[in-house]
């Protein structure tokens, strides 16, 4: 084949889509082009690289060498990826989550290309907000309140849901009077008694006295919905909503197959056929999960000896551990001995030490970092007896992610519900309160819908506290009740206290996609 009539032939093939590709460029892909002889399974071959590029979400629809290379690294695979590389359990520590921005000329999401820094510049903290509040926008403008008709000459029916339009802090500014207005916004207090919400263009005073408020806990640092009339200066809100939920199968499909849930896959494992297969076949899987494992207590790892024990004849994939590992504060090195002695009790099972990988996830008073979130794991100097005797244990950060098969799981050790309740600014008439707090998280989309100063973040990692798209299964740590609630597919679960709640704890079997409340009963108990 003529060089030059392969490469023309590439360039016009990407250019008819809207794609435009440098010579140099080109270059690249002609070298597997020219193998091909028939001329169908050339177009055939185009067309697989054409839809591989498209779900990489490019800028400027201009194809880069980078694009060309993962292209043709995945459709040299028969599914698109390299399935023996996948693997069936993974942890995902917060600094290792990848950091996505909604691009709005080609509406999909696009990585990050600066490095994250734990002291990162002022500038960050700007834009990790306004980057929220893209994703969030982006989202309600595809809801069916919000867009638009397809065809704005059809005379809309009675029974047709009433549309709605947002509008923008500078669209009210520039009026003195606007009687319908539904306002997307953060809820903030510039001063003492004076709340305003806030968007990209500028921050509306809003009053407050006369408001219905729906389901959820409303804390500043928020994002919302409101719905009033604008006069004078003020937005006097008649409803106040949280932004809609969107299902994870329909936000996917602005990631194309890339993985933004992070791991070691540059493709989403969500779309595995083997890992899939394998989940499906796999009853007898499950996963552990317990909060305040305090190891400084008796009564704590005497249960602790019967969980590992009880679940040594039928191990599971893993043991989820959270802190605080002690119950009365104390120096780093005192812990160390502690998880020495964790060793111990895990060493005295036959298969559950070698085929069970245990995960600890520390909580925010525990050695040796700031009150900041996401927190580093566990430093290696404590837990070393631990890690010598048993090499399935994992140091996990908080938050942290965990990829069974094709599932997604989040965990975080923190007192969410408790720190959500006394930061709300109108606490729920009705309902209950295990509802507002789902609805509330599963809204925001994010771990942390506070001010800096109610919980503090690493601006550069909010990546890490994302809920969107949503996961599978979020597991809190909370010392509040435990429950169970699933919404849009979605499963939420706190475990509580597991030596607050006579030492109850969480099963979860990814099979069948079910939450088991279990409890180690006391000795007395066990003879009655």
């Known amino acids: 084949m003529d060089i030059n009539k392969g490469k023309t032939e ?20 002609l070298d597997k082009y020219k193998e091909i002889n028939d001329s169908k399974e050339r177009r055939k071959f185009l067309d697989k690289i054409l839809i591989n590029i498209q779900n990489q979400t490019i800028k400027n629809n201009s194809i880069e060498l980078e694009n060309i290379k993962i292209a043709l690294r ?14 069936i359990f993974s942890v995902i520590n917060a600094f290792d989550v990848p950091s996505f921005e909604y691009c709005k000329g080609t509406k999909k999401f696009i990585p990050k290309t600066t490095k994250s820094k734990l002291l990162a510049s002022a500038t960050s903290r700007s834009e990790y907000i306004r980057n929220r509040y893209n994703t969030i926008l982006q989202r309600i403008l595809r809801h069916d309140l919000f867009a638009p008709n397809v065809n704005e000459n059809i005379r809309s029916s009675d029974n047709e849901v009433r549309k709605f339009t947002l509008k923008y802090a500078e669209n009210l500014m520039s009026a003195s009077s606007v009687p319908e207005v539904v306002m997307l916004g953060l809820l903030s207090k510039f001063k003492e008694g004076k709340f305003y919400l806030e968007d990209p263009t500028g ?24 719905e009033g009339s604008y006069n004078d200066g003020i937005l006097k809100v008649n409803g106040l909503g949280f932004p809609p939920i969107e299902p994870s ?29 394998y989940e499906r076949l796999n009853f007898g899987a499950s996963l552990i999960f317990l909060a305040d494992c305090w190891l400084d207590d008796a009564g704590v790892m005497d249960k602790l000896k019967k969980l590992f024990i009880g679940f040594d004849e039928s191990p599971p994939i893993a043991i989820i551990l959270m802190g605080p590992f002690q119950k009365n504060k104390g120096n780093a090195m005192s812990l160390r001995s502690r ?40 430093p290696t100097c404590i837990v070393q007896d631990l890690l010598k005797k048993n090499k399935r244990v994992i140091l996990a950060t908080n938050p942290c992610r965990l990829q069974y098969c094709t599932q997604e799981i989040v965990v975080c050790r923190l007192d969410l519900l408790r720190k959500l309740c006394r930061n709300t600014i109108k606490f729920p008439d ?26 503090p973040t690493y601006w550069d990692f909010d990546s890490s506290l994302s809920l969107y798209p949503l996961p599978d299964l979020i597991v809190i740590g909370d010392n509040s009740t435990d429950f169970q ?29 079910t939450v088991e409340d279990s409890q180690i009963p006391d000795d007395d108990d066990m003879e009655n």
């Open 10 to 29: 590439i360039i016009k093939f990407f250019k008819i889509s809207g794609l435009q590709m440098r010579s140099e460029v080109a270059m690249v892909l």
């Open 74 to 87: 995945d459709t040299s695979n028969r599914n698109g990826y390299n399935e023996e590389s996948e693997p």
């Open 203 to 226: 921050a509306i005073p809003i009053d407050l006295s006369e408001t219905k408020f729906h389901n959820g806990l409303y804390t500043e640092g928020s994002f919302m919905l409101a």
């Open 249 to 277: 199968s329909s936000s996917r499909a602005y990631f194309g197959t890339q993985n933004y849930f992070g791991g070691s896959s540059s493709t989403l494992l969500k779309f595995s056929k083997r890992l899939l297969e």
């Open 339 to 378: 998880f020495s002695q964790l060793a111990d009790l895990i060493d005295a099972t036959f298969n559950l030490k070698t085929e069970t990988d245990i995960v600890l996830v520390p909580d925010i008073e525990d050695p040796t970092t700031a009150n900041i979130l996401p927190r580093p794991s566990l």
């Open 430 to 455: 009705s309902g209950q309160l295990a509802d507002h707090f789902v609805r509330t998280l599963l809204c925001q989309g994010t771990l942390a819908p506070f001010t800096q100063l109610v919980l």
């Open 485 to 513: 609630k699933t919404h849009n597919e979605c499963n939420v679960v706190n475990t509580g206290s597991f030596p607050r709640s006579k030492y109850s704890f969480k099963v979860y079997t990814p099979n069948n996609r």
